[in-house]
């Protein structure tokens, strides 16, 4: 199938694709930030931002815009002894990682830039850069706190890529293939037992690492001790204001729908709506496909942030060692153990 | 010139530079970075060489992992911004080997393949499979093997010393305290560190 991104000039088809990964890169972080200015606030009693809107639309939704105007407006603050080059680089190092990975995900039917015959594999390569942006973030502001986080958030990301690769390595076994695509529409005749389930259900442990592994790639609280506010300030965040800082915090929520989406395409039947069925896709024309396809997707997307930003309103912050024990000793041992599982499902069944 | 060609040349003429810096950057921190780019130049050029499994590869393993290790071990030990005072004595003999095997190559290159045309195709990751598990499936296991067992060795030697193990679970705060040993009077104490002999928080 092709992308419905696709005209007969490839000129235009490329500007076309990079202005759909653009716009959703910066408009979906939006969606879910504002989920979790409210959810964050229901859970905590309190209302959440309630005045800023857009146009008629009250009730906070036009409160991230005013926060990146906020953001645009302030100085540009680098440090006399921050080292300037790597310290100004440093957040799109972080930043377009994410961005690359958009270009992969399938959204709905024909709904995705590029369908990569090893799109897996490039999505989990481009997601393990960004921990080079917040080392030089963390190195070049010349600020122990800084060098703390960045030497924390290091250590976390090395310890939680593994879970997050293997996870992904049962899941390629399962749909017999490493393009994204192909993975959910693998998943639209995937059975367990005669019934038919997506891969969520028989790699049900490969869904909750892959969750909890992403959590902790994205240093959302419980697992925010690289940027730990009250041991380290802000880690590798602590120098930076402005437009930078507003990269950071773009690329955290951009990563939290990137992973979601990963997740949704990898456990969760991607824009399927029933599983063991296609339906009702077939009935439909391209354009209302892609259309329902993107909508669907976008539907678990946000409930696999909003239970992010659920555990984020829950759970008390790990300890580096508790951290690295539940990485080492429990995650990546489930990993393995489900590929295990998958491969004698895959030639006994 | 065609497209792909001007792509490879800016790819190889990128990665050139790179390399460059990585040996001339007056600050360590400074050269893992070019490593970085150099590093991206090659996946670049495999790409455009048709080999995509291998340049995704490339990212996750040399940029997302060797890189980040370098990088974590060079901010554990010493990393000061700014530049760093050169203690290499070898630099011309360096210069010298690196020259000449760089010639060597080139010339071997050329000599073998020289005005021979190769008709470029894109290899899949299915094909890639299998190659590497069918036709050089024994290789593939003994390098998987070599690998386990080298991992085994760095594991035996980080933990030489008799009896180490995991440490005990921490007691209640005093005992810790209690248990500790008085700090040696005689150490040099660290400038800008804190006081030897006095716990954080036993003010």
């Known amino acids: ?111 995705w830039a590029e369908n990569l ?17 917040i080392l030089m973030a963390g190195w070049a502001s010349a600020n122990k706190y800084s060098l703390m986080g960045g030497l924390r958030d290091a250590a976390q990301l090395i310890a939680y890529e593994l879970p997050l690769v293997l996870a992904g390595a049962a899941v390629a076994l399962q749909a017999g293939s490493l393009s994204l695509v192909d993975i959910v529409q693998a998943q639209g005749s ?32 419980p697992f925010d001790m690289p940027i730990a506010d009250s041991e380290i300030i802000f880690g590798h965040m602590t120098e930076y204001t402005g437009i930078r800082y507003a990269m950071f915090m773009l690329s955290e929520y951009a990563g939290m729908v990137v992973l979601s989406a990963l997740a949704v395409v990898l456990f969760l039947g991607g ?75 895959e030639v006994v069944a | 010139m065609a497209a792909p060609e ?30 970085v780019v150099a590093l991206v130049s090659v996946a670049a050029s495999f790409l455009w060489l048709g ?21 974590f071990g060079l901010m554990l030990t010493r990393a000061p911004i700014g530049p760093m005072a050169q203690h290499n004595e070898n630099r011309k003999l360096a210069a010298i080997v690196a020259v000449a095997l760089f010639a060597l190559l080139t010339g071997l290159n050329v000599a073998s393949f020289g005005g021979e045309t190769i008709e470029l195709r894109t290899t899949g990751a299915g094909q890639l499979g299998e190659v590497l598990y069918l036709q050089w499936a024994f290789p593939f296991v003994v390098l998987g093997f070599l690998l386990t067992v080298s991992l085994i060795g760095a594991l035996v030697l980080a933990r030489r010393e008799e009896g180490e193990g995991p440490l005990p679970d921490p007691g209640p705060h005093e005992e810790i305290a209690a248990a500790r040993e008085p700090a040696p009077t005689d150490a040099t104490p660290i400038p800008g560190g804190p006081t030897p002999g006095r716990e954080i928080g036993s003010r």
């Open chain 1, 1 to 111: 199938m092709e992308s419905i991104l696709t005209f007969d000039s490839l000129g235009f088809t490329l500007a076309v694709k990079l202005v759909a990964v653009v716009a959703f890169f910066l408009l979906a972080p939006l969606v879910v930030g504002y989920m979790e200015h409210k959810v964050l606030g229901d859970m905590q009693s309190r209302v959440g931002p309630y005045e800023a809107g857009i146009g008629p639309v009250k009730f906070g939704v036009g409160q991230l815009v005013a926060d990146g105007a906020k953001f645009i407006q302030k100085e540009d603050i680098i440090p006399r002894a921050a080292d300037k080059w790597v310290f100004a680089a440093a957040p799109a190092v972080a930043l377009v990682p994410t961005l690359l990975i958009l270009v992969v995900v399938p959204f709905g039917p024909g709904a």
């Open chain 2, 51 to 71: 080999a995509e499994f291998l340049a995704w590869a490339q990212v996750l393993v040399y940029v997302g992992a060797v890189i980040v290790l370098i990088l």
């Open chain 1, 117 to 133: 015959d090893v799109g897996l594999f490039f999505a989990l390569a481009a997601s393990g850069v960004t921990v080079i942006g």
């Open chain 1, 271 to 345: 824009w399927y709506i029933v599983p063991g069925t296609t339906w009702p896709y077939e009935q439909l024309g391209p354009a209302a496909s892609a259309l329902l396809g993107f909508g669907v997707t976008m539907g678990k997307i946000i409930i696999l942030a909003f239970l992010m930003v659920w555990a984020r309103a829950t759970l008390p912050r790990l300890r580096e060692d508790q951290l690295q024990t539940m990485a080492w000793m429990v995650l990546i041992p489930l990993a393995l153990a489900q590929i295990v599982v998958v491969g004698v499902l």
């Open chain 1, 190 to 221: 995937a059975s367990l037992l005669g019934l038919p389930v997506w891969f969520g259900i028989p790699q049900i442990a490969g869904l909750a690492l892959f969750f909890v592994a992403a959590m902790a790639e994205l240093n959302r609280p």
């Open chain 2, 6 to 35: 001007l792509f490879m040349l800016s790819a190889l003429v990128v990665g050139g530079a790179a390399s460059l810096l990585v040996v001339t950057a007056r600050n360590v921190v400074h050269a893992a970075l070019f490593l």
